[in-house]
């Protein structure tokens, strides 16, 4: 009976501290500037599934991705595009596979009350003096603006107005702050509760640009943290496909 006690207590004791093990580590996440107010439900939802914490550093994608590739300690990277992770997994950063997580939805934006029915007439007019999109080479809503502005036959007759942001957070400042008339950018801005001016918006036709496809990868950094894991895991759960969705994203599920 003796024995037995001690067995079952010391198989408890071990139990006890692996889950305390585990609830202690945190997890560094690399995500993409459009991900900054998503997260925050997110980070909340999964402390309270596993009581793991979440550290987040966000950027333009790209930015994010040259981090890794010199070494920034980061555990799990959700881009804001496929090529960023499918790289870093071709050259040997990761340790899971690129999986897509969500798909972005680009929105046209201003704090004015414009006409954006038909935008692309508007942008040309001289009530519109700045545009902002992100940088292309970096920033993938950026890359998809420049197609939208391509494909409606006009982005060399506006490029003089053109002002890049270095992410989408900073093409949302430019937006918010008035200072541009216009920016092109992810309709999760708009579904943020986050306090912000009055902004109008408008859907851009998804036929105008390549997929918005946000997709992330477990880094080879992770290899020690079995709580980065779950939270890769946890991002393509129900739970955490539901909240993409409140924030503006198509998803699978």
């Not at 950027?59 to 981090?67: E, I, M, R, V, Y």
């Not at 046209?108 to 942008?123: F, G, Y």
Request: charged share 15%; hydrophobic share 40%.
């Amino acid at each position: 009976m003796t024995k037995l006690f001690i067995k079952t207590f010391l198989l408890f004791f071990i139990s006890c501290v692996l889950s305390l093990s585990v609830n202690a580590q945190t997890v560094t996440v690399a995500i993409a500037a459009n991900l900054q107010p998503v997260m925050k439900d997110l980070k909340a939802d999964f402390k309270i599934r596993t009581g793991v914490s979440i550290d987040v550093i966000s950027g333009a994608s790209g930015n994010l991705s040259t981090q890794i590739r010199h070494g920034a300690p980061f555990d799990v990277f959700l881009s804001a595009d496929k090529d960023f992770p499918q790289s870093l997994q071709q050259d040997g950063f990761t340790l899971k596979p690129s999986v897509v997580y969500a798909q972005g939805i680009l929105i046209i934006c201003s704090t004015q009350n414009p006409d954006l029915t038909h935008w692309a007439q508007l942008l040309q007019g001289n009530t519109i003096r700045k545009i902002a999109i992100g940088n292309p080479a970096i920033a993938p809503y950026g890359k998809a603006a420049q197609q939208a502005l391509t494909k409606a036959g006009i982005y060399d007759k506006v490029k003089n107005k053109i002002v890049f942001g270095e992410s989408i957070t900073q093409v949302n400042t430019y937006i918010t702050t008035g200072v541009v008339q216009a920016g092109f950018t992810t309709l999760s801005l708009i579904k943020d509760g986050a306090k912000k001016p009055q902004l109008y918006y408008k859907l851009i036709d998804e036929k105008t640009y390549a997929p918005i496809e946000q997709a992330m990868v477990l880094l080879k950094h992770a290899r020690a943290n079995t709580a980065a894991e779950k939270f890769y895991q946890y991002i393509l759960s129900p739970a955490a496909q539901t909240i993409f969705k409140a924030y503006g994203y198509h998803t699978k599920n």
